[in-house]
Protein backbone atom coordinates (compact mmCIF):
# COMPACT_ATOMS: atom_id res chain seq x y z
CA UNK A 1 0.00 0.00 0.00
CA UNK A 2 1.30 3.68 -0.89
CA UNK A 3 1.11 6.06 1.73
CA UNK A 4 1.84 10.09 1.84
CA UNK A 5 4.72 10.88 3.29
CA UNK A 6 4.91 14.51 4.89
CA UNK A 7 6.60 16.66 2.80
CA UNK A 8 8.80 18.38 5.20
CA UNK A 9 9.54 14.33 6.00
CA UNK A 10 10.50 13.73 1.98
CA UNK A 11 14.34 14.24 2.62
CA UNK A 12 14.23 11.06 4.49
CA UNK A 13 13.23 8.63 1.60
CA UNK A 14 16.66 9.10 0.43
CA UNK A 15 18.88 10.33 3.82
CA UNK A 16 20.46 6.84 3.61
CA UNK A 17 21.45 6.89 -0.02
CA UNK A 18 20.51 4.39 -2.20
CA UNK A 19 20.25 4.30 -6.10
CA UNK A 20 17.47 5.72 -7.09
CA UNK A 21 15.88 5.34 -10.66
CA UNK A 22 14.54 8.87 -12.22
CA UNK A 23 11.67 9.11 -14.09
CA UNK A 24 10.91 12.37 -17.20
CA UNK A 25 8.00 12.67 -19.62
CA UNK A 26 7.38 15.17 -22.35
CA UNK A 27 4.90 14.94 -24.96
CA UNK A 28 4.75 11.55 -26.39
CA UNK A 29 7.91 10.87 -24.95
CA UNK A 30 9.05 9.24 -21.48
CA UNK A 31 11.92 7.46 -20.04
CA UNK A 32 13.58 5.78 -17.11
CA UNK A 33 16.96 5.28 -15.76
CA UNK A 34 19.17 4.56 -12.50
CA UNK A 35 21.16 7.25 -10.71
CA UNK A 36 23.52 6.81 -8.31
CA UNK A 37 24.57 10.28 -7.12
CA UNK A 38 21.31 11.82 -5.63
CA UNK A 39 20.77 13.32 -2.38
CA UNK A 40 18.86 15.57 -0.23
CA UNK A 41 19.79 19.39 -0.38
CA UNK A 42 16.67 20.90 2.40
CA UNK A 43 14.20 19.69 4.27
CA UNK A 44 11.98 22.63 3.70
CA UNK A 45 10.52 23.23 1.62
CA UNK A 46 11.90 20.30 0.69
CA UNK A 47 14.65 19.84 -2.24
CA UNK A 48 16.58 17.23 -3.64
CA UNK A 49 19.80 16.99 -5.95
CA UNK A 50 20.15 14.77 -8.60
CA UNK A 51 23.55 14.35 -11.17
CA UNK A 52 22.36 13.64 -14.83
CA UNK A 53 24.58 13.80 -17.80
CA UNK A 54 23.90 15.92 -20.39
CA UNK A 55 23.89 13.59 -23.25
CA UNK A 56 21.14 11.55 -21.85
CA UNK A 57 17.21 11.37 -23.03
CA UNK A 58 16.15 11.71 -19.32
CA UNK A 59 18.12 15.64 -19.26
CA UNK A 60 16.53 16.27 -22.64
CA UNK A 61 12.98 15.38 -21.04
CA UNK A 62 13.55 17.19 -18.02
CA UNK A 63 14.61 20.46 -19.13
CA UNK A 64 12.23 20.44 -22.08
CA UNK A 65 9.23 19.59 -19.07
CA UNK A 66 11.22 21.40 -16.30
CA UNK A 67 10.04 18.07 -13.88
CA UNK A 68 11.51 14.79 -12.70
CA UNK A 69 10.86 12.21 -10.61
CA UNK A 70 12.92 9.67 -8.60
CA UNK A 71 12.05 6.55 -7.42
CA UNK A 72 13.82 4.20 -4.70
CA UNK A 73 14.06 0.73 -6.30
CA UNK A 74 14.45 -2.69 -4.31
CA UNK A 75 16.69 -5.44 -4.29
CA UNK A 76 14.20 -7.39 -6.37
CA UNK A 77 14.73 -4.41 -9.16
CA UNK A 78 18.43 -4.92 -8.83
CA UNK A 79 18.45 -6.12 -13.05
CA UNK A 80 15.86 -3.84 -13.99
CA UNK A 81 18.10 -0.88 -12.42
CA UNK A 82 21.17 -2.12 -14.46
CA UNK A 83 19.33 -2.59 -17.51
CA UNK A 84 17.59 0.95 -17.81
CA UNK A 85 21.16 2.29 -16.24
CA UNK A 86 22.60 0.53 -19.13
CA UNK A 87 20.16 1.39 -22.05
CA UNK A 88 19.83 4.46 -24.05
CA UNK A 89 16.61 5.40 -24.19
CA UNK A 90 17.62 7.78 -27.17
CA UNK A 91 18.65 4.88 -29.05
CA UNK A 92 15.67 2.94 -28.47
CA UNK A 93 13.60 5.77 -30.17
CA UNK A 94 15.95 6.00 -33.00
CA UNK A 95 15.90 2.59 -33.66
CA UNK A 96 12.10 3.15 -34.04
CA UNK A 97 11.37 0.73 -30.65
CA UNK A 98 8.80 0.80 -27.82
CA UNK A 99 10.69 2.52 -24.42
CA UNK A 100 11.75 1.45 -21.64
CA UNK A 101 8.46 0.98 -19.86
CA UNK A 102 7.29 -1.20 -22.53
CA UNK A 103 9.99 -3.01 -23.72
CA UNK A 104 11.27 -4.20 -19.81
CA UNK A 105 7.79 -4.52 -18.68
CA UNK A 106 7.63 -1.81 -16.23
CA UNK A 107 4.45 -1.71 -14.25
CA UNK A 108 4.03 2.12 -13.93
CA UNK A 109 1.38 4.80 -12.43
CA UNK A 110 0.61 8.17 -12.60
CA UNK A 111 2.14 10.43 -10.13
CA UNK A 112 0.08 12.34 -8.02
CA UNK A 113 0.82 15.88 -8.75
CA UNK A 114 2.90 15.62 -11.72
CA UNK A 115 1.48 13.00 -13.83
CA UNK A 116 5.14 11.44 -14.22
CA UNK A 117 5.30 8.15 -15.04
CA UNK A 118 6.44 5.97 -11.29
CA UNK A 119 7.69 2.13 -11.36
CA UNK A 120 5.28 0.81 -9.74
CA UNK A 121 6.89 -2.26 -7.83
CA UNK A 122 9.62 1.46 -6.29
CA UNK A 123 9.14 1.56 -2.32
CA UNK A 124 9.04 5.46 -2.63
CA UNK A 125 8.47 7.96 -5.07
CA UNK A 126 9.03 11.77 -4.97
CA UNK A 127 8.23 13.87 -7.63
CA UNK A 128 10.13 17.22 -8.36
CA UNK A 129 9.94 20.51 -10.41
CA UNK A 130 13.41 21.93 -11.34
CA UNK A 131 14.49 24.70 -8.93
CA UNK A 132 14.80 27.84 -11.23
CA UNK A 133 18.24 28.04 -9.91
CA UNK A 134 18.92 25.41 -12.44
CA UNK A 135 21.51 28.03 -14.28
CA UNK A 136 23.74 27.98 -11.59
CA UNK A 137 24.63 24.24 -11.55
CA UNK A 138 24.10 23.87 -15.16
CA UNK A 139 27.71 22.88 -15.76
CA UNK A 140 28.08 20.56 -13.21
CA UNK A 141 25.05 18.54 -14.26
CA UNK A 142 23.41 18.78 -11.50
CA UNK A 143 19.92 19.12 -11.50
CA UNK A 144 18.09 20.68 -8.14
CA UNK A 145 14.50 19.73 -7.48
CA UNK A 146 11.42 20.85 -5.38
CA UNK A 147 9.89 17.89 -3.92
CA UNK A 148 5.73 18.28 -4.42
CA UNK A 149 4.71 14.87 -3.98
CA UNK A 150 5.98 12.31 -1.88
CA UNK A 151 4.82 8.40 -1.46
CA UNK A 152 5.93 5.35 0.09
CA UNK A 153 5.73 1.91 0.42
CA UNK A 154 3.44 1.29 3.50
CA UNK A 155 5.50 -2.07 3.94
CA UNK A 156 8.86 -1.13 4.80
CA UNK A 157 8.16 2.85 5.73
CA UNK A 158 6.36 3.45 8.48
CA UNK A 159 6.19 6.12 11.50
CA UNK A 160 8.26 8.30 9.90
CA UNK A 161 11.02 5.73 8.47
CA UNK A 162 12.35 2.89 7.04
CA UNK A 163 11.81 -0.20 8.50
CA UNK A 164 13.84 -3.00 6.57
CA UNK A 165 13.64 -6.73 7.33
CA UNK A 166 16.90 -8.80 7.13
CA UNK A 167 15.10 -11.09 3.92
CA UNK A 168 12.75 -8.73 2.72
CA UNK A 169 13.30 -8.10 -1.65
CA UNK A 170 12.09 -4.92 -0.71
CA UNK A 171 15.44 -3.46 0.50
CA UNK A 172 17.20 -0.53 -1.13
CA UNK A 173 20.27 -1.17 -3.05
CA UNK A 174 23.70 1.12 -3.10
CA UNK A 175 25.59 0.86 -6.10
CA UNK A 176 29.18 0.28 -6.26
CA UNK A 177 29.83 0.14 -9.42
CA UNK A 178 29.77 -1.93 -12.70
CA UNK A 179 26.36 -3.73 -12.28
CA UNK A 180 27.39 -4.76 -8.38
CA UNK A 181 25.24 -3.77 -5.55
CA UNK A 182 25.13 -3.73 -1.88
CA UNK A 183 21.55 -4.66 -0.23
CA UNK A 184 21.08 -3.03 3.37
CA UNK A 185 21.73 -5.40 5.98
CA UNK A 186 20.71 -5.18 10.14
CA UNK A 187 19.20 -2.02 11.74
CA UNK A 188 21.59 -0.04 14.03
CA UNK A 189 20.49 2.46 17.49
CA UNK A 190 22.97 4.17 18.23
CA UNK A 191 23.70 6.77 21.20
CA UNK A 192 25.38 9.80 21.74
CA UNK A 193 28.47 9.38 23.87
CA UNK A 194 28.72 12.74 25.28
CA UNK A 195 27.14 11.96 28.65
CA UNK A 196 27.79 15.39 30.64
CA UNK B 1 46.91 -0.99 5.74
CA UNK B 2 45.42 2.44 3.97
CA UNK B 3 46.19 2.00 0.11
CA UNK B 4 46.02 5.55 -2.07
CA UNK B 5 43.19 5.07 -4.63
CA UNK B 6 43.49 6.89 -8.09
CA UNK B 7 41.66 10.25 -7.96
CA UNK B 8 39.92 9.58 -11.08
CA UNK B 9 38.14 6.39 -9.41
CA UNK B 10 37.52 8.54 -6.16
CA UNK B 11 33.86 8.77 -6.74
CA UNK B 12 33.72 4.72 -6.15
CA UNK B 13 34.32 5.53 -2.38
CA UNK B 14 31.04 7.50 -2.33
CA UNK B 15 29.28 5.89 -5.15
CA UNK B 16 26.95 3.47 -2.44
CA UNK B 17 25.33 6.90 -0.54
CA UNK B 18 27.70 6.56 2.80
CA UNK B 19 26.92 8.58 5.78
CA UNK B 20 30.45 10.56 5.96
CA UNK B 21 32.38 12.65 9.05
CA UNK B 22 33.53 15.78 7.49
CA UNK B 23 36.77 17.40 8.68
CA UNK B 24 37.69 20.98 8.82
CA UNK B 25 40.86 22.69 10.29
CA UNK B 26 41.50 26.65 10.36
CA UNK B 27 44.76 27.61 12.35
CA UNK B 28 44.41 26.06 15.37
CA UNK B 29 40.63 24.77 15.20
CA UNK B 30 39.99 21.60 13.74
CA UNK B 31 36.67 19.75 13.76
CA UNK B 32 34.67 16.80 12.91
CA UNK B 33 30.89 16.55 12.16
CA UNK B 34 28.73 13.72 10.11
CA UNK B 35 27.01 14.24 7.36
CA UNK B 36 24.57 12.18 5.63
CA UNK B 37 24.03 14.53 2.38
CA UNK B 38 27.02 13.78 0.34
CA UNK B 39 27.76 12.62 -3.23
CA UNK B 40 30.09 12.30 -6.07
CA UNK B 41 29.47 14.92 -8.95
CA UNK B 42 31.94 13.92 -11.44
CA UNK B 43 34.45 11.52 -12.05
CA UNK B 44 37.36 13.89 -13.71
CA UNK B 45 38.58 16.03 -12.25
CA UNK B 46 36.97 13.80 -9.28
CA UNK B 47 34.55 16.44 -7.71
CA UNK B 48 32.37 15.97 -4.50
CA UNK B 49 29.07 17.28 -2.94
CA UNK B 50 28.37 17.90 0.56
CA UNK B 51 25.49 19.88 2.50
CA UNK B 52 26.51 21.47 5.51
CA UNK B 53 24.35 23.88 7.34
CA UNK B 54 26.21 27.42 7.51
CA UNK B 55 24.99 27.63 11.42
CA UNK B 56 27.56 24.86 12.14
CA UNK B 57 31.79 25.28 13.00
CA UNK B 58 32.52 22.87 10.14
CA UNK B 59 31.42 25.13 7.64
CA UNK B 60 33.26 28.49 9.46
CA UNK B 61 36.22 26.63 9.20
CA UNK B 62 36.25 25.52 5.69
CA UNK B 63 34.90 28.54 4.38
CA UNK B 64 37.96 30.39 6.16
CA UNK B 65 40.54 27.48 5.03
CA UNK B 66 38.81 26.83 1.88
CA UNK B 67 39.47 22.81 2.27
CA UNK B 68 37.82 19.59 3.77
CA UNK B 69 37.97 16.39 4.14
CA UNK B 70 35.22 13.30 3.43
CA UNK B 71 36.04 10.08 5.20
CA UNK B 72 33.86 6.91 5.68
CA UNK B 73 33.01 6.20 9.11
CA UNK B 74 31.92 1.90 9.53
CA UNK B 75 30.12 0.01 11.84
CA UNK B 76 31.98 -0.31 14.75
CA UNK B 77 32.07 4.06 14.75
CA UNK B 78 28.24 4.60 15.01
CA UNK B 79 27.63 5.78 18.04
CA UNK B 80 30.47 8.23 17.30
CA UNK B 81 29.49 9.20 14.04
CA UNK B 82 25.87 10.10 16.24
CA UNK B 83 27.99 11.90 19.03
CA UNK B 84 30.45 14.25 16.87
CA UNK B 85 27.01 14.80 14.40
CA UNK B 86 25.29 16.00 18.01
CA UNK B 87 27.85 17.81 19.82
CA UNK B 88 28.33 21.55 18.81
CA UNK B 89 32.18 21.86 18.01
CA UNK B 90 31.39 26.14 18.65
CA UNK B 91 30.12 24.80 21.97
CA UNK B 92 33.37 23.02 22.83
CA UNK B 93 35.37 26.61 22.11
CA UNK B 94 32.46 28.20 24.41
CA UNK B 95 32.95 26.14 27.22
CA UNK B 96 36.96 26.22 27.16
CA UNK B 97 36.85 22.77 26.40
CA UNK B 98 38.95 20.36 24.56
CA UNK B 99 38.22 19.62 20.71
CA UNK B 100 35.79 16.39 19.24
CA UNK B 101 39.07 14.68 18.56
CA UNK B 102 40.09 15.08 22.10
CA UNK B 103 37.25 14.81 24.13
CA UNK B 104 36.00 11.82 22.45
CA UNK B 105 39.36 10.05 21.86
CA UNK B 106 39.65 9.72 18.40
CA UNK B 107 42.54 8.59 16.62
CA UNK B 108 43.42 10.69 13.59
CA UNK B 109 46.36 11.13 11.11
CA UNK B 110 47.18 14.20 8.86
CA UNK B 111 45.96 14.00 5.39
CA UNK B 112 48.86 13.48 2.52
CA UNK B 113 48.02 16.74 0.78
CA UNK B 114 46.06 19.29 2.71
CA UNK B 115 46.84 18.19 6.54
CA UNK B 116 43.69 17.77 7.55
CA UNK B 117 42.62 15.83 10.41
CA UNK B 118 41.16 12.59 9.06
CA UNK B 119 39.71 9.76 11.41
CA UNK B 120 41.99 6.77 11.74
CA UNK B 121 39.62 4.08 12.11
CA UNK B 122 36.97 5.02 8.96
CA UNK B 123 37.46 3.28 5.54
CA UNK B 124 38.29 6.54 3.27
CA UNK B 125 39.65 9.54 3.45
CA UNK B 126 39.31 12.31 0.44
CA UNK B 127 40.72 15.37 0.59
CA UNK B 128 38.84 18.29 -1.07
CA UNK B 129 39.16 21.81 -2.09
CA UNK B 130 36.68 23.79 -2.47
CA UNK B 131 36.17 24.48 -5.95
CA UNK B 132 35.89 28.55 -6.78
CA UNK B 133 32.03 28.14 -7.92
CA UNK B 134 31.11 27.92 -4.59
CA UNK B 135 29.23 31.47 -4.52
CA UNK B 136 26.90 29.56 -6.89
CA UNK B 137 25.80 27.06 -4.66
CA UNK B 138 25.89 29.07 -1.04
CA UNK B 139 22.51 29.24 -1.18
CA UNK B 140 21.85 25.99 -0.94
CA UNK B 141 24.39 25.13 1.57
CA UNK B 142 26.01 23.17 -1.02
CA UNK B 143 30.07 23.33 -0.91
CA UNK B 144 31.41 21.29 -4.17
CA UNK B 145 34.93 20.04 -3.37
CA UNK B 146 38.11 18.72 -5.89
CA UNK B 147 39.18 15.93 -4.30
CA UNK B 148 42.97 16.30 -4.46
CA UNK B 149 44.06 12.97 -2.40
CA UNK B 150 41.76 9.47 -2.04
CA UNK B 151 42.44 6.91 0.33
CA UNK B 152 41.08 3.69 1.49
CA UNK B 153 41.59 0.57 3.71
CA UNK B 154 42.45 -2.39 1.60
CA UNK B 155 40.68 -4.79 3.98
CA UNK B 156 37.58 -4.01 2.42
CA UNK B 157 38.59 -1.60 -0.41
CA UNK B 158 40.28 -3.52 -3.58
CA UNK B 159 40.34 -3.99 -7.13
CA UNK B 160 38.56 -0.75 -7.87
CA UNK B 161 35.77 -1.23 -5.34
CA UNK B 162 34.20 -2.30 -1.98
CA UNK B 163 34.38 -5.81 -0.74
CA UNK B 164 32.16 -5.97 2.46
CA UNK B 165 32.39 -9.46 4.25
CA UNK B 166 28.45 -9.84 6.03
CA UNK B 167 29.96 -9.56 9.35
CA UNK B 168 32.54 -7.14 9.05
CA UNK B 169 32.37 -4.30 11.44
CA UNK B 170 34.20 -1.90 9.13
CA UNK B 171 30.94 -1.81 7.16
CA UNK B 172 30.01 1.09 5.72
CA UNK B 173 26.35 2.69 7.56
CA UNK B 174 23.77 4.85 6.22
CA UNK B 175 21.87 7.29 8.34
CA UNK B 176 17.66 6.86 8.24
CA UNK B 177 17.09 9.49 10.69
CA UNK B 178 17.13 10.02 14.56
CA UNK B 179 20.80 8.01 15.40
CA UNK B 180 19.28 5.18 13.49
CA UNK B 181 21.37 4.00 10.83
CA UNK B 182 21.44 0.71 8.16
CA UNK B 183 24.67 -1.32 7.46
CA UNK B 184 24.95 -2.70 4.08
CA UNK B 185 24.23 -6.32 3.98
CA UNK B 186 24.44 -8.83 1.12
CA UNK B 187 26.89 -8.29 -2.16
CA UNK B 188 24.60 -8.52 -5.59
CA UNK B 189 25.67 -9.22 -8.98
CA UNK B 190 23.19 -8.37 -11.45
CA UNK B 191 22.50 -8.51 -15.26
CA UNK B 192 21.63 -6.23 -18.18
CA UNK B 193 18.30 -7.62 -19.03
CA UNK B 194 18.27 -6.40 -22.82
CA UNK B 195 19.92 -9.30 -24.70
CA UNK B 196 19.25 -8.14 -27.71
Known amino acids: MRIEVPLAQASRLLNHGPTVLVSSQHGNQRNLMAAAWAMPLDFKPPKVAVVIDRQTLTRRLIEASGVFALSVPTLAMADLCTTVGSVSGQSLIDQGREDKFGRFGIDQFSGPVLGLPLPAQAIAWLECRVLPDFGVFDAYDLLPGEVVSAWADAEVYRDGRWHFEA ?23 TRNLDAS
Open 167 to 189: ADPRRSIHHVGGGVYFTLGEMLH
